[in-house]
């Protein structure tokens, strides 16, 4: 049995204060820093009332962040996952990801993301995951930085019913 100490929990992101928390950490480390990505756009993409923003919380400290596109061409779009350093090689990437997929997969046939070129260790990690590469984003945040599409499917979008 787990101790509740370790359990993890996603939850809605609380407030300015919790994003602005959120914003200053993501803005030290991973593709947001390689890519030179400000954090006002960070904060920007954490607050912007069209995406549903989810902390992962461990033993009471949030260990990460999740930001969903829920609606229109993509919908169940992954826009940025971030597992903060102090907390990675844990297993709460795949964590997090189980809980997404839950939520995505309750209303869409299919889960999409995006994730930088240069990123080898998301590539692997999306693949084990069972995500494959559906096309190549050129240019598409900063100029000479690709994004790779990739997606997760249960089935043709159009044999879906969404659950109640």
Known sequence: MLNRMNELHLRPLRGDAEARDCTARLATFGPWRTMGILAEKLFQDLTNPQREVFVAEQAGKIAGVVILQLGGSLDGYIQLLAVFPEFQN?????KIMQGVE????Q????????VSSFNMRAQKFYKKLGYQKTGELENFLVAGQNE???RKTRGPL???CAQQ
């Open 90 to 94: 844990r297993g709460l990437g795949e």
């Open 102 to 105: 839950e939520k995505i997969f």
């Open 107 to 114: 209303r869409s046939k299919n889960v999409f993301l995006c």
């Open 148 to 150: 790779i599409l990739m």
């Open 158 to 160: 159009l044999e879906f």
